[in-house]
């Protein structure tokens, strides 16, 4: 598909979103396998480290949502509480384990209300290495020929960095090693903190995506806010270190009173004319996370019509975008049939 409203005219890229995580518990390999069966051309592990310094997949350093670990009598004094980017969590720590324990734990679904189907998966997968992840996709080039990209998140990177075990290293190491170098190879690396992406800029080609909220700011940069960091002036310092931003969807494409999808934002044509792409998250099918125009029936967990809205997103111009269901995501890349 060419002449796409998108930077460079090519059709967006579809971004599996810790995995098919609508269909597997997130951050397993069973949900980045089912994603490359999907279609996803990239998959997006979220990273933070373990007491050894391993990068392992998972949303947050704190486990108990995704893990068994709360279950384990044997972990049971590693419970504690800690302060990370100023607000207050208590449980299980990645830190705090070192690579063998955190292999011991099963992971489970975090949202059994909304996925209940997924919770037959749980207790049947590890956490993952980012290096696994990567065999993975290895692998898979091997027998198919086909080339799956790598997006990348490093997670609280100030915090990691402050007790010693900062992502730079390990990540730039593990990406080079398997070939995940270059500013053409199929890999994005994505944060919504600054230094360390200036910092990864100095050390690598690889591209680099700001990430951006609708609230807030970067945790490491209590000076800047992500909605002066998304106007032209902002736009173009990014520019100068990465080369994409990841918003939400609503700063893209608003919604109006009734929770409807309202009027694009203007952020893809400003973000484009500073010479960067776009990749909104977070495109979900069930109701719950669907703009109004778009739900099926009454159930929150039901799954609504998520093709549709990825269709208007693509056609404001989105350069990619995050999806826990790749197949809709990428279904919806094709030509809607005649009628
Ligand atoms: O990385 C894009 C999107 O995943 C950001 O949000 O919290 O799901 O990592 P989060
Ligand atoms: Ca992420």
């Known amino acids: 598909m060419q002449n796409m409203p998108t930077l460079n005219g090519d059709a967006p890229i579809i971004i599996a979103h810790r995995g098919a995580s609508g269909e597997r518990p997130e951050h397993t390999l069973a949900a980045y396998e089912l994603a490359i069966e999907q279609g996803a051309d990239f998959i997006e592990p979220d990273l933070v480290l373990t007491k050894d310094g391993i990068l392992v997949a998972r949303h947050e350093n704190e486990i108990s949502g995704t893990t068994d670990v709360a279950d384990r009598p044997e972990f049971a004094d590693r419970k504690t509480t800690k302060t990370i980017d100023g607000t207050e969590f208590t449980g299980w720590f990645t830190e705090d384990f070192t690579l063998a324990e955190l292999k011991t734990l099963l992971a489970k679904e975090r949202l059994p209300e909304l996925r209940d189907a997924n ?38 990177p100030g915090y ?3 007790i010693g075990l900062p992502h730079d290293k390990p990540l730039l190491s593990l990406l080079t090693k398997y070939g995940y170098d270059g500013r053409d190879d199929p ?19 690889v591209r680099l995506v700001q990430l951006v909220a609708g609230e807030g700011g970067p945790p490491d940069q209590p000076a800047l806010r992500y909605a002066d960091m998304v106007k032209p002036d902002g736009l173009a310092d990014i520019a100068q270190y990465a080369s994409g931003i990841g918003p939400s969807k609503s700063m893209v494409i608003s919604r109006d009173a009734l929770g409807r999808l309202d009027k694009e934002t203007g952020l893809v044509t400003a973000a484009h004319r500073a010479g960067l792409e776009v990749h909104p998250w977070t495109f979900r099918r069930e109701n719950y996370f669907l703009p109004t125009d778009f739900v099926s029936g009454v159930s929150p967990a039901g799954a609504g019509d998520l093709e549709s809205e990825v269709r208007r997103f693509v056609a404001a111009g989105v350069d990619g975008l995050f999806s826990d269901n790749p197949l809709q995501a990428v279904a919806a890349l094709k030509p809607e049939p005649a009628e």
């Open 119 to 156: 919770t037959a998966f749980d207790g049947q997968f590890q956490i993952p290495t980012f290096e696994e992840v990567l065999d993975l996709l290895k692998l898979h080039q091997a027998e198919t020929g086909n080339r799956i990209g790598v997006y990348p998140e490093t997670k609280h």
């Open 160 to 162: 990691f960095a402050g």
């Open 187 to 205: 890999v994005f690396i994505q944060s919504f903190e600054v230094d360390n992406l200036k910092l990864l800029k100095l050390n690598t080609k």
